[in-house]
């Protein structure tokens, strides 16, 4: 069965601080894979989505970067945070043939104070 | 531009009763339509989804939707609530055809059963 593990589970960070949250999928080979937000209280929004390693696509700009340095690995990151990052970050999987249906990790919680 | 609309934020019921979550969305074909759930502090996930065929699709936990073409609908019913079934449920589309699952999400409906 595949599995997704997101890390870390909640941070803490001071605004203008670096940031970097990581995503790993186990029991999938070459899956797509994406990165969503969601503002507290609000809906999720996609950030980023990868097809393959080392490529990534941006959906909406929001001040981060995303890197898929290993088949099974998506990293998001930003070298100065911003109070507006503050919310739920979410890396998601799906297959990359017929791959409508997403599968959600557990999550990043991240306070910007 | 297709959108997702969940017309009640919030909607409480008691333990045991039916429950029935809206859904309408806007596209100008058939998307791929899904139910997530997410519980408090945790990730979402999938309740069910639908593409084509029976309109009727069952999903976890004893969770149904059922698509409506003419009204533009995916509803999310149970027949018998519990008070573990009080989350948020968000509603997504998606028009996948390409490389990006890009999932247009509803603002979510928060579910409250009172004991």
């Known amino acids: 069965a595949q599995t997704i593990h997101q890390w870390p589970v909640a941070e803490i960070k001071a605004v203008g601080s670096p940031l970097s949250l990581g995503c790993t999928i186990k029991g999938k080979s070459s899956p797509n894979l994406y990165w969503y937000w969601q503002a507290t209280g609000g809906t999720l929004q996609q950030l980023f989505y990868s097809i393959t390693v080392g490529q990534v696509e941006s959906v909406v700009q929001l001040n981060l970067s995303a890197s898929r340095p290993k088949d099974d690995q998506f990293i998001l990151s930003t070298e100065k945070l911003l109070l507006s990052h503050s919310g739920f970050y979410l890396c998601a999987w799906s297959p990359q043939v017929s791959g409508n249906t997403l599968y959600f990790g557990e999550g990043s919680r991240l306070i910007v104070v | 531009a297709q959108s997702v609309t969940q017309p009640d934020a919030r909607v409480t019921v008691s333990e045991g009763a039916s429950l029935q979550l809206r859904c309408k969305y806007s596209?100008?074909?058939?998307?791929?339509l899904f139910w997530y759930v997410q519980y408090p502090r945790q990730g979402l996930q999938l309740l069910l989804k639908y593409y084509s065929g029976d309109p009727v699709v069952q999903g976890v936990n004893s969770f149904e939707a059922e698509f409506s073409k003419s009204n533009s609908s995916f509803h999310l019913q149970k027949a018998s609530v519990h008070w573990s079934d009080s989350a948020v449920y968000f509603c997504?589309?998606?028009?996948?055809?390409?490389?990006?699952?890009?999932?247009?999400f509803g603002k979510g409906t928060k579910l409250s059963v009172k004991s």
């Open positions: 596209y100008s074909a058939t998307p791929y």
């Open positions: 997504a589309l998606s028009m996948y055809g390409g490389s990006n699952a890009k999932l247009t």
